[in-house]
Structures are given as C-alpha cells and as structure tokens.
C-alpha cells in the first residue's frame, strides 16, 4: 500500500458529463501528480501541485483542471467528455524534496461511453 | 519534440539470465527516474538517478545514468520470475515528465 488515496476506482460516464477525481496525498507529501494512461498516448504528465500551489503543467486539456486543498487532498475535474478520455487516471505524491521519489495511488479507470 | 525511447519494447528472457533495457531521452534532464508497473496495478517507483555517472542497485536490478549520452540503462542480473512487469523511464525537464513507451519484460522459468 503506497498510502495514496484515491476514489473512485471506476467511473462510468457518458460523453458531454463532467466528473471528479479525488486524490488524498501520503501523510507529510507536499506534492501531487496526475497523470492520464492509455493505450494510444501511453503515460501522459498532467499537471503537479506543490502545497497547494500550481508547480507544472504537462499535456492537459482545457477541459481538465485541478486543485490542491489546504488539506493537501486534490481534485482533477474532467468536463465536456469525450469516448477519447477513456483512460487510467492516476495520482502520485511525493515529499516535495529534491530526491522526488513518487508514490502512485492505484488509479481511477475512467470510461466514457 | 521531446522524445523518451526504450528499447526493447517486449523482452522475454529465460530466468538466470541476463539482460539490459535502454533509455535514450532527446533533451536535457538532470534527473531520469525508473518505475515499474504490474499487469492491471498501478506504478511504482523503483530508482531516480539524479547525476551523470548514477548507479543505484536494488536487488537484481541496477539502473545507470550517462546525461552526456543521455541514456540510461536498467540493467537485469539472473531474471528470476517476479520481475515480469512493464517498466517505465522518464525524464523531468523543467518539473514536468516525460515517460519512455515502457518496455514489457516475460521472464520465462
């Protein structure tokens, strides 16, 4: 157990919806990763917080945003669905330091019909 | 375009043998990172190598890092069963990564 969070495990949705994925940190990480998995694209870095902070933003969509809370927890909300966001949707924390090792939570597979 | 190649994509090796899995990354990266993910489970972070000249080993497994070739390599010593999965390397060019295809290693007994 990595001691990352996240729910839901699986969602169902239809396209044109709009859902949330939530993702709580290992106690004492400051850092939150997203990144999207599929087939087509493979492993895509979506976006980092940092204490709550924007750090970095990879190959995210428009339609996608994200948060981190002062709780450190973090929403990645996912609108306007497509069948092409149909993916593995993960959550990764880490300390914050400069060795920045991740620790992967075990996912949210996304599908839209 | 920044681009993170392994190779090979699929390996199948017999157990006790030997092998190595190449990282060539395109831009320049003070950091490469490998991880490993089971069929169907999610990712795990296996070594960061944070310098030229990194070696880290854990087990059968040792990773290296050349910045100037900029290539890494993972290297496998006796494979033994339990180290089929697919692993990744990636690459973190101004805070954001960027991750090789993955190569899918079957270590056949």
Not at chain 1, 3 to 29: E, F, N
Not at chain 2, 39 to 49: A, D, I, R
Not at chain 2, 69 to 84: F, P
Request: charged share 15%; proline share 4%.
């Amino acid at each position: 157990d990595s001691g990352v969070t996240q729910t839901p495990k699986h969602l169902i949705t239809a396209t044109g919806q709009r859902v949330t994925l939530r993702c709580s940190p290992r106690s004492g990480d400051l850092s939150v990763y997203w990144y999207q998995q599929s087939l087509d694209q493979g492993l895509q870095f979506l976006i980092q917080y940092y204490n709550g902070e924007e750090r970095a933003k990879g190959n995210i969509l428009e339609r996608f945003s994200a948060q981190q809370f002062p709780d450190l927890h973090s929403e990645l909300n996912l609108s306007s669905l497509e069948l092409g966001d149909s993916a593995l949707y993960f959550c990764a924390s880490s300390p914050g330091t400069n060795l920045n090792i991740q620790y992967f939570g075990a996912g949210t597979r996304l599908s839209v019909l | 375009e920044l681009k993170v190649e392994q190779n090979p994509l699929f390996l199948s090796m017999q157990e006790g043998k030997n092998y190595t899995i190449y990282c060539n990354y395109s831009t320049t990266s003070d950091r490469l990172y490998w991880y490993r993910q089971d069929p169907g489970k999610s990712l795990e972070s296996l070594f960061v190598l944070l310098s030229n000249g990194a070696v880290k080993q854990e087990g059968r497994l040792m990773a290296s890092l050349d910045t100037k070739a900029r290539l890494s390599t993972l290297h496998i010593t006796a494979a033994v069963h339990d180290l089929s999965a697919t692993y990744f390397c990636a690459v973190e060019p101004g805070n954001q990564f960027y991750f090789g295809t993955g190569t899918s290693l079957t270590v056949i007994p």
